[in-house]
């Protein structure tokens, strides 16, 4: 849902929205990251997603997870850093495209043209971005999404390169042919943990198939398989050598099927007779060997009294089901097919004890092709359609979507009419599915590239058990059982959108080169490919002034800004040869250029193209200038394609101006310099539009760079490569990358000529090995070491002797449970490939949230309220509260419930703001407390702080063990014991006359508020930010910095825990509770006194340990309570409490007072009274009646806030009270 359809907003929804303005305009997130930090870096990394469709409630729910954790640790002292990032390839963006253009299948693509697809593609990745900008915010998540990052850019990608080759180094990297599961509509074999999210439950076509030995006459072998479609392929029968077989002659038959004479050779165990006979009556005698059963009506005897060793049939040839093959002769090792063969992999559990062999279509099957050379005969194509060569079923798909069993039946009709058939069987089970385009898979023998996981399974084991897992069972069983079983990674795709595998092949001596880097591209001989290092000025006196300036000569650089361009300078240098070096003609970047060029020994070339920005009539103005303020402010809220083409200062550039002419300088040097390495120093604006003129960023990006720490910073050298050809930056993707020939190393020292031309490979990565390479893409590592991303955050996995690791590993990461199979798996494959260690030390693992009914959530079915919608009905932070007080932070299964968030509203934030209401209205802004230790005087003001401290102690040990579900839960339980216990007992002492009361309570609930709102602040951030401004803005809090944020505090550490004073007062409201029930079970209102109230000591065990009863402030407040006038503790009462039901005139009068009062207070807020101001009330009232409200008329007074009370005989249109004996009319007013 959009915004412009929601329905109206609620007033939480607007005072939230109101509160992420106040966090934009304060740069309130970029504060939290640049305060101090004594604690040093919390390591995050933030999976990325997919922006092809609107965040869902997995997205909310993951990212309010990551949300809270970094909010936490940033309180305590740290910096947490947490970068935004978009996961940009792979099918499920490239089945979006095909969606939309009709295409199904891959040569449609290929029709298409690779270039223009992968355009579409491209486009297609960022189509939601900006929804994703607005709506994760919206969430309460501050995450920095100006300086994100993408699979998709050259960076990321060779840094992905450089993971592939440092793998291949350590001898982890393979190539090799092998089974593994194809999607014939996607034409891609998929890894292992990919099939495992798309297996779901389908009803095939299982046959027991009749192979006619040709040794013995009428002699037949019977195979079980549940994959017809592979019997044209069928090469071998597979038996196990060790196991015992035997052969069932029919003794008699009046079958036509099934004739006497005839002879089966299956496992000679009974259960497997019966599997294969068993259709009807069955019956055999173990002892004797022979039986019956029935085969469609037909009563048939047999005989299994002759057996035989598997490995006595092994050798012995049969007759094909089909000959396409079989009769071409010159098929490579011909002579070894259709023959018996031993399988140790042949099991009896299920099927006849032989298993058909099809080794293009099978792991055991191909496993055994290449132990006995039987022929590869793979009569199915990568589309999942037979060959011509299958003349019977030439065309068909294999497997059709929709109707997976259509083909199997096909196949199984031709071998019943050619009595190949013994019989056919439905067979339920669980079979995998593409995961993105939900196409049966296929078992398809193929070529890929593989990470040898195998090799390092008990490394898995081993670095698993250090990672703490939340919930444990998902580390331990679900992921840890299948780190033991993990099998080579299949890591290569037949697509197009996706990273390129960076080898490429000679055509002449066929061996492979492996590329880890741009750089390798250029030795090997692209010489379009030029080397852009993009260099800002060092640190001049202008950026000490903020001024705005152009003149060429003025401003040099600071000793700050010679110091960076110095250490820049080293850097270029360890980048290799350096051929031209072009700078400004502006003075602070001719210096800095000057001082690389000393350094790499080049000479320095002035460009005027490459100057800093004409800022027309705000040239030589400072920050802080009004006209300058007025002026630039006005121009950065034009919209981006406004600000694009507005001319600075009036008389000044554009950035189209400038963008123009710093392409048209990146002309002169490509004409000059193609396949070199040039240096350009230039300023941050024109470098800004260098980016865009050679990315082709969009309006947003190019915007957002100047939000982007990369170039705050000064003399940061930045490397681009551009096409020569293009003027762009030179594009890593197919088909551009596939274009690229390469001189082979091989053939050049061999001949002497490097005639030798080397060819990528066509495949493209995993997308998972691209997630999995999050913490190096991310970063550009190991090439960008120096260059440090948003708000300096430096990325080093391995250190140095004398520093430590840097951003890695990650302390905390957290995702869905799917990702057990996904990201996590990836990262810790690859991060211990690369270093040995796991690359995260925490994972938090939520479960998956479904409708209420338990069913899937489906947009077709819309079983689900929008989340927008909910967000606007109840405000993000009671959807945030709703999740994280859930199972589902744990890794459990959520009925989503819009009940539930309505509940959470109502029973913690509506409950908590009435709180902060009611302090609001009676607080005196002259009373400010002179300290928070609070010493408190009062039992009630002891308990809550009590309670407060609790809170602290037992939210923050749920934190740091990251069980938010145990360290959320908590706040609801103690707003509801501020709200329905502390303020309800308090309210007299707030409203009191006494100023030391008041105050006392008033210094007390302040103060506990405003400690809540940091409980709360990491998991409802708007509602903690309303509560701690409302208070500091309503009754200043004295602090020692002038803080405008409640997330910019630090976390509590909260006082020693009262136990005693707790266990106490859950006594009182327990006995509370009893007597409270024992007046229901009497029928007598809580507002009619009673006498006594009996308790039993049994009740007290606790508080005794302080005397034999309970303090006299805790027995007032039971007395107030229950309403009674004494609270004694009795041996000889037969229940827990009792209440002496006796009713005295005095407490009926009591009694009656109290109700009159409770129905003018009513009165008084019906008609809009506001608390305090004064009212008159007239009252009709004759004989005793009358004579009551003249004994009562000065409590009554002071009680309902009335000025005057005005008694008359009778009131006529008054509102009538009642209550026992007294009867008056009552009417309240203003005068």
Known sequence: MTEE????????????????????????????????????????????????????????????????????????????????????????????????????????????????????AKEAVMRYADDWRRIIPRMGRWVDMDNDYRTMDPSYTESVWWIFKSLYEKGLISQGFKSMHLCPR?????????????????????????????????????????????????????????????????????????????????????????????????????????????????????????????????????????????????????????????????????????????????????????????????????????????????????????????????????????????????????????????????????????????????????????????????????????????????????????????????DRCKTYSVMGSVDDLRKKGAEQVTKIIILRHGESEKNIEHILDDTPEKFPLTHEGKKRAKEASAYIKAQGTVDAIYASPVRRAKETAEIVARVVGKEVKIEERFREVDSGEWDGLKDGDPKLEKERGAYRELPPEVNYQTKRGKTGESWQDVEARMAEGLKIILQKHAGETVVIVSHEGPLVYFLKAIGNLSLYESDAYFRKARFEAYARPITVYVDATTGKEFDLHRPFIDDLALNCDVC??????????????????????????????????????????????????????????????????????????????????????????????????????????????????????DPLEVVGKYGADALRYYLLSSPVVRGEDLRFSEKGVDEVTKKVFNRLDNVLQFYLLYADSSLKAKSYKLKATHVLDAWILAKLNQLISEVTKSLESYELDKATRPIGDFVDDLSTWYLRRSRDRIKSEVLEEKEAALKTLRFVLGELSKVMAPFTPFFAEYLYQTLTTNNSQPTTENVKSVHMEDWLTGGKVDEQMLKEMEEVRKIVSLALEARAKANIKVRQPLATLKVKPSVLSSSRKRGSSLSPALVNLIKDEVNVKDVVVDQTIQTEVELDTTMTPELKEEGMFRELVRFVQEMRKTQGFKAGEPATLTVGAEGPSRRFMEQHEDALSRIASLKNIALQDALEGATPFQADELMVQLSLSHD
């Open 5 to 120: 359809n929601q329905p109206q907003k609620s007033k939480i929804a607007e005072r939230e929205e109101q509160i992420l303005a106040f966090w934009q305009k304060d740069n309130t997130f970029k504060k939290t990251l640049e305060k101090k930090s004594p604690k040093g870096d919390f390591v995050f990394y933030d999976g990325p997603p997919f922006a092809t469709g609107l965040p869902h409630y997995g997205h909310i729910l993951a990212g309010t997870i990551k949300d809270v954790i970094p909010r936490f640790k940033t309180m305590q002292g740290y910096r947490v850093p947490r970068r935004w990032g978009w996961d940009c390839h792979g099918l499920p963006v490239e089945n979006e495209v095909e969606k939309e253009l009709g295409f199904k299948s891959k040569k449609d693509i290929e029709s298409y043209g690779i270039a223009k697809f992968n355009a579409k």
């Open 748 to 865: 050049a020292k061999e001949t002497g000529t490097g005639r030798g031309l080397m060819h990528r490979v066509p495949e493209v990565f995993d997308c998972w090995f691209e997630s999995g390479a999050m913490p190096y893409g991310q970063a550009h590592y190991p090439f960008d070491k120096a260059e440090r991303g948003s708000v300096g955050d430096m990325f080093d996995p391995v250190g140095s002797f004398w520093r430590k690791p840097q951003g890695f590993p990650a302390h905390f990461i957290a995702e869905g449970l799917d990702q057990t199979r996904g990201w996590f798996y990836s990262m810790l494959v690859l991060g211990l490939g690369l270093f040995q260690k796991a690359p995260y030390l925490a994972s938090v693992v939520n479960g998956i949230i479904l409708a209420e009914n338990g069913a899937k959530m489906s947009k077709r079915l819309k079983n689900y309220p």
């Open 186 to 506: 996607c034409e891609t074999t998929l890894s292992n943990f990919e099939v495992t999210q798309g297996y779901k439950e389908l009803t095939d076509t299982s046959v027991y198939v009749k192979f006619k030995l040709l040794s013995q006459a009428d002699t037949y072998l019977v195979a079980w398989t549940t994959t017809p479609w592979t019997l044209p392929g069928n090469e071998g029968l597979a038996v196990h050598p060790e196991r015992d077989y035997a052969f069932v002659e029919i003794t008699a038959s009046n079958s036509k099927e099934i004739q006497p004479g005839d002879t089966y050779i299956v496992g000679a165990k009974e259960d497997i007779l019966k599997r294969v006979f068993g259709q009807e009556a069955f019956e055999f005698d173990p002892a004797s060997r022979v039986g019956t059963f029935k085969w469609k009506g037909e009563q048939i005897a047999f005989s299994a009294k002759r057996g035989i060793k598997g490995k006595e049939l092994l050798g012995q040839s049969y007759e094909p089901l089909f000959d396409y093959y079989s009769k071409n002769t010159s098929l490579q090792n011909h002579d070894r097919g259709w023959r018996i063969f031993g399988g140790e992999f042949v099991t009896e559990e299920d099927g006849t004890g032989i298993v058909h062999i099809a080794p293009a279509f099978g792991e055991d099957d191909y496993q055994l092709a290449v132990k006995e050379r039987l022929p590869f005969i793979q009569h199915v194509g990568t589309d999942g359609t037979f060959r011509q060569d299958v003349t019977d079923f030439a065309g068909l798909s294999a497997k059709p979507k929709g109707n997976p069993k259509e083909t199997d039946e096909k196949i199984a009709n031709l071998l019943e009419a050619r009595g190949k058939l013994l019989k056919r069987e439905p067979f339920t089970h669980q079979y995998p599915h593409c995961w993105r385009c939900d196409t049966p898979l296929l078992n398809f023998a193929a070529p890929s590239w593989f990470v040898k996981v195998s090799e390092m399974r008990g490394k898995l084991v081993e670095a698993n058990k250090g990672i703490r897992w939340i919930p444990k069972e998902v580390g331990e069983y679900r992921f840890g059982n299948w780190l033991a079983e993990a099998k080579d990674w299949a890591i290569s795709r037949s697509r197009f959108w996706g990273a390129p595998i960076p080898v490429w092949g000679c």
